[in-house]
T-cell receptor, first 113, second 114 residues
């Protein structure tokens, strides 16, 4: 089955530690995205990548970093510089082009203690 | 810049009743419009989308939406709600050309009473 996987589902970390969230897709999509979701705030774009080895900052990139070394993988690192990292993180992908919807993974809930 | 407003944070309906979720957008050109649904603790699933043509679009799970350019709206409707429709609903607007980065509304939480 084609789709997007995110792991782990739940993640706990101590304050001050960096943590990496995994996102893998086997849909052969060119573009991938990371969103942060907080209650009542909808989805906010952290980073996106339209092609391998290239990525762009979204609206709330501070305290986060990404890499895109392979087409199918787009890991997100939440660094200790992120002031309030506890949130639900969603990864998405889409085929290249303007007429395509996004396909979302199941999400990772990160809790920083 | 494009923006999306979902004026209702919560909507409560009885099972079997009709439903309308509101979405208003701000964008100069013809927008690309989407409705997604999210069950608790899950990712988003596309319900329907509008790019051009017929302004009334049909989606999955019995949902439909109507694009009204004069009102800058893209409201989601369902004639008879089922308990399983309880979820969070997001409207999103995209733009033509260049990078495709949609803007999402804040979401509307649908509560269904038996």
């Amino acid at each position: 089955d084609g789709g997007i996987t995110q792991s782990p589902k739940y993640l706990f970390r101590k304050e001050g530690q960096n943590v990496t969230l995994s996102c893998e897709q086997n849909l052969n999509h060119d573009a991938m995205y990371w969103y942060r979701q907080d209650p009542g705030q909808g989805l906010r774009l952290i980073y996106y990548s339209q092609i391998v080895n290239d990525f762009q900052k979204g609206d709330i990139a501070e305290g986060y970093s990404v890499s895109r070394e392979k087409k199918e993988s787009f890991p997100l690192t939440v660094t200790s510089a992120q002031k309030n990292p506890t949130a639900f993180y969603l990864c998405a992908s889409s085929p290249q082009g303007v007429l395509n919807e996004q396909f979302f993974g199941p999400g990772t809930r990160l809790t920083v203690l | 810049a494009q923006s999306v407003t979902q004026p209702d944070i919560h909507i409560t309906v009885s099972e079997g009743a009709s439903l309308e979720l509101r979405c208003n957008y701000s964008y100069g050109a013809t927008p690309y419009l989407f409705w997604y649904v999210q069950s608790p603790g899950q990712g988003l699933q596309l319900l329907l989308k509008y790019f051009s043509g017929d302004t009334l679009v049909q989606g999955i799970k019995g949902f439909e939406a109507e694009f009204k350019r004069s009102q800058s709206s893209f409201n989601l409707r369902k004639p008879s709600v089922h308990w399983s429709d309880a979820a969070e609903y997001f409207c999103a607007v995209g733009q033509a050309g260049g990078s495709y980065i949609p803007t999402f509304g804040r979401g509307t939480s649908l509560i269904v009473h038996p």
